[in-house]
């Protein structure tokens, strides 16, 4: 079974910097175009960061210049680099991968990590 087991979450200051961490296991993940999703309560579920099995990235409007998205293809994991967090971050934070093979797609979550961003 696959799973994608999302980590490094927790209550930070604003101003304040946390690792988001993906692991993926019985995929290969370099295959897999991986996305950072965010949901606050009462919202809708948003795309905060992607990169693609090639490596190019893409952010949403409000992280970027202080979020990074990162893959380590040996680790089969991917991170998400989070600086001068903002109150507004706070949310669940879920990784995604997915990739289409013909008519196929293959597409999975992880549970959710909490991030805080709280004086």
């Known amino acids: 079974q696959v799973q994608l087991v999302e980590s490094g979450g927790g209550l930070v200051q604003p101003g304040g910097s946390l690792r988001l961490s993906c692991a993926a296991s019985?995929?290969?993940?370099?295959?897999?175009?991986v996305g950072w999703y965010r949901q606050a309560p009462g919202k809708q579920r948003e795309v905060v960061a992607h990169?693609?099995?090639?490596?190019?990235?893409n952010y949403a409007d409000s992280v970027k210049g202080r979020f990074t998205i990162s893959r380590d293809n040996a680790k089969n994991t991917v991170y998400l680099q989070m600086n001068s967090l903002k109150p507004n971050d706070t949310a669940i934070y879920y990784c995604?991968?997915?990739?289409?093979?013909?008519?196929?797609?293959?597409?999975?979550w992880g549970q959710g990590t909490q991030v805080t961003v709280s004086s």
């Open positions: 019985r995929i290969i993940f370099s295959f897999y175009g």
């Open positions: 990169i693609t099995s090639g490596g190019s990235t």
């Open positions: 995604n991968a997915a990739r289409s093979i013909g008519n196929i797609k293959y597409d999975y």
